[in-house]
């Protein structure tokens, strides 16, 4: 059975500060999400990755796969209040169903 | 931008009646899923649904629930008689393919249907 685990599963962090939430991943997969959920809402893409290697950045994130050590990264860098939400990573060996993380949840304090 | 919706936004319900959620996937997405997110909980997978059938379920998706497309553009998941576990935020999401880039691999997540059973 596919385990995803994220760490940590609660992150509080002062705003300008730098952080990464780790998830790992226990069956061969290429392919890796990264989700962001706001409390009571949907599920917002952030990130696709698709090959061992992979690094994508968006404005204060940057998301990187090790398809070899079965390990994803998704690192903060200056936070700022408005990147409190929970933040998922999901892995999809065979093409097909999403597994999740437990997610991390990120509180930024001003 | 095309984006996958979802009605009702809540329902609520007694336990042991019958509830349709239904979903709207993007136009010319070819895959479709079912996901629950219990309260406080990670989103859980229970169907996707490709060429008019179930391509893979959860061991959650027991007889109690089943998919259908019943036109081009509706995705609907029934309960047929629901239980106070099945509280729960329901999630349609859609991708294109399985196989591409990523504009074809990402599932794209409808704003879910909050179920109440009461």
């Known amino acids: 059975e596919l385990k995803v685990e994220q760490n940590p599963l609660f992150l509080s962090m002062q705003e300008g500060k730098n952080y990464t939430i780790y998830c790992n991943y226990s069956?061969?997969?290429?392919?890796l999400y990264w989700y962001r959920q706001d409390p009571g809402k949907s599920l917002e893409s952030l990130f696709v990755l698709l090959s061992n290697g992979a690094v994508k950045q968006e404005g204060r994130l940057m998301a990187s796969l090790d398809t070899k050590a079965r390990l994803s990264t998704l690192h903060i860098t200056a936070a700022v209040h408005d990147l409190s939400a929970t933040y998922f990573c999901?892995?999809?060996?065979?093409?097909?169903?999403?597994?999740f993380g437990e997610g991390t949840q990120l509180t930024v304090n001003p | 931008e095309p984006e996958v919706t979802q009605t009702p936004s809540h329902q609520v319900t007694q336990m042991g009646q019958e509830v349709i959620l239904r979903c709207v996937p993007i136009?010319?997405?070819?895959?479709f899923y079912w996901y629950r997110q219990i309260l406080g909980q990670k989103v859980e997978f229970l169907v996707s649904?490709?060429?008019?059938?179930?391509?893979?379920k959860s061991e959650i998706f027991d007889d109690q629930f089943s998919v259908e497309r019943p036109d081009g553009s509706n995705f609907t998941l029934k309960i047929r008689s629901t239980k106070l576990e099945d509280s729960a935020m329901y999630f349609c999401a859609s991708r294109r393919s399985p196989r591409g880039g990523s504009s074809y691999n990402e599932q794209f997540f409808g704003p879910g249907t909050r179920l109440t059973v009461l």
């Open positions: 649904f490709y060429n008019n059938e179930i391509s893979e």
């Open positions: 136009s010319n997405h070819l895959y």
């Open positions: 069956t061969t997969s290429d392919r």
């Open positions: 999901a892995v999809d060996p065979a093409g097909s169903r999403l597994t």
